[in-house]
């Protein structure tokens, strides 16, 4: 562009092509006419896609460049170039985008309550904090997962104090509290209504913070039973996930305020402590009225320990849009006052809550908030009934197909209902609201799991009909060039290189949807690919 427009800033942004006018396009003369507009000189997209095609001659990857329509540039890949990087990832393996500089980055997601089950509203943070885990992890950088849980705070003095009423001994005998939830609501049910029974409470909250053995005993029994709940669903999703809830930033609250303070940080109003951030119209409250700490300081803490002890070059927040106004509160505050050097990165990632097939905010029948594990079980009793269906359909028919044996149902039915919970998630923009509907995400037709599924089970019978080992049809890849001729190969081709760059784009992003679509667009190729051409035959293999 510097070459031919001088003084015109802008790439030349490249994606794949939708039809069949080349294996990429771009449409950025578009954009390239409207700035030269700008200064003074008349010219079209057209005009300018046509003097920038000839500089794009000679790139060893391109066989030619195209002009359609109002001004696109086609681009067509050499097939020689295509069949050797085929090629290579038969002989080298699938690889991501070169990572040029190993990060230290620190994940914060799901975050639920101690003394509650986790419930749908965990489920987005939980899915989609895991995923940007794993993508980051893939690319080689140093990722640490935290589950910054509520363990710590007021409510565990109502709970501590029920929990002395109704075992007295919890401190020799461990209490058998099976029911967590129904045992914080006994205690809510107390606070509300036994003024005795609240300044109890209330004292051990004190109590508590002033790290009274037998009352930290009884908060610790209480945040195991929940911790063992709460791994449970993690395990199920296979997330996994480091417990640093408040408590742990307890301590450093008492350190890090008296620093602000010394600093000339913290501005006092009313008796408060606040931070003025240029920019933002209100401030934030590190210390209340009262003396005591809020959320705002629990999380200035958690900033101070991650960026500045821990040495994190990222900061990542997977909490729902709601809180967008807290985090950039934060986020400015924490530069203001030092807690983030200018090269280190901190985002937001939000997204939308979950809704029910009637656009409203999924509940349960009687207008409970649905928990986790009960959506979990439905998702798997879904599976299986339809797998069973499937598998009655066949000796209804006379299939000549193989039965499935009880244990490959199970694990189907927990493949495809995690899958689908999962993929129905992802695919949708985190930014959005989300319609959670079983109905859509176990169907086998559209962008579903299922539909990925039927894909990787086709390309796994191919694989396992062509009755060679992996060194056989590695020592193959070796022996055999790689020959694209026909058309749906070539396309199957170009969508598997586009690999790395949509790694690249997703881990830039932190949107998963277009990894999705991707996945999706692989799928749909390889199986027209798979009705066009054949793969495997009698006494022969490709």
Not at 49 to 74: Q, R
Not at 115 to 142: Q, Y
Not at 387 to 394: F, L, M, N
Not at 530 to 535: A, G, L, P
């Amino acid at each position: 562009v510097e070459e031919v427009y001088p003084g015109i800033d802008i790439k030349i942004e490249v994606g794949p092509c939708k039809g069949k006018n080349g294996d990429y396009q771009s449409s950025s003369a578009f954009l390239l006419a409207k700035e030269i507009a700008k200064t003074g000189t008349k010219t079209n997209p057209k005009e300018v896609a046509s003097k920038l095609a000839p500089h794009f001659v000679g790139l060893e990857c391109l066989k030619n460049v195209d002009i359609t329509g109002p001004g696109f540039l086609n681009f067509f890949l050499k097939p020689e170039f295509v069949c050797s990087q085929v090629q290579n990832i038969l002989l080298k393996g699938v690889s991501g985008p070169a990572c040029t500089k190993k990060q230290k980055i620190i994940v914060d997601f799901s975050s639920p309550n101690i003394a509650k089950e986790m419930h749908v509203g965990h489920l987005r943070s939980t899915i989609i904090g895991d995923t940007i885990c794993r993508l980051l992890e893939f690319i080689g950088h140093d990722v640490h997962r935290v589950n910054h849980l509520g363990d710590w705070g007021t409510q565990f003095g109502m709970l501590i104090a029920h929990l002395e009423d109704k075992f007295p001994d919890y401190t020799t005998i461990s209490p058998p509290i099976a029911d967590l939830q129904a045992f914080y609501k006994e205690s809510k049910t107390r606070f509300d209504s036994e003024p005795d029974f609240k300044q109890r409470a209330y004292k051990r909250v004190v109590e508590l913070q002033g790290g009274e053995p037998t009352i930290i005993k009884g908060w610790k029994l209480i945040c195991e039973i929940s911790l063992r709940e709460f791994n449970k669903i993690y395990e199920r999703l296979d997330v996994k996930i480091t417990p640093k809830g408040e408590s742990f930033y307890h301590e450093k609250m008492r350190v890090i305020v008296p620093e602000l303070e010394a600093a000339g940080k913290l501005t006092a109003s009313d008796g408060c402590k606040l931070i003025f951030v240029e920019g933002e119209e209100v401030p934030m409250m590190v210390v209340k009225s009262d003396g005591g700490y809020t959320y705002d300081t629990s999380d200035l803490a958690a900033m101070k320990y991650r960026m500045k002890e821990e040495g994190a070059d990222w900061g990542v927040y997977v909490v729902d849009s709601g809180q967008g106004l807290h985090f950039n509160l934060l986020f400015s505050a924490a530069r203001t006052v030092g807690l983030v050097k200018p090269e280190q990165k901190l985002t937001h990632v939000g997204f939308g809550v979950v809704l029910g097939e009637d656009k409203k905010k999924f509940k349960t029948r009687s207008g409970d908030t649905v928990k986790l594990k009960d959506l979990l079980d439905e998702g798997l009793t879904r599976a299986e009934k339809k797998i069973r269906q499937k598998e009655e359909d066949k000796i209804a028919k006379g299939s000549s197909a193989a039965l499935l044996s009880e244990q490959e149902i199970l694990a189907c039915r927990d493949a495809v209902a995690y899958g689908c919970i999962k993929f129905s998630d992802l695919s949708c923009t985190r930014t959005n609201d989300y319609v959670f509907s079983f109905d859509k995400m176990l169907s086998d037709q559209g962008k579903t799991a299922v539909y990925l599924l039927y894909a990787l089970t086709r390309i796994r019978s191919i694989a396992r009909n062509a009755g060679k080992s992996p060194e056989e049809l590695l020592e193959s890849a070796r022996a055999t060039p790689i020959a694209l001729e026909h058309e749906a190969e070539h396309k199957l081709a170009t969508v598997l290189l586009r690999f790395a760059e949509v790694i690249e784009e997703v881990t830039d992003s932190l949107q998963p949807h277009t990894l999705c679509n991707y996945l999706y667009e692989i799928s749909t190729v390889f199986t027209y690919f798979y009705d066009k051409c054949y793969c495997i035959e009698k006494d022969k293999y490709w």
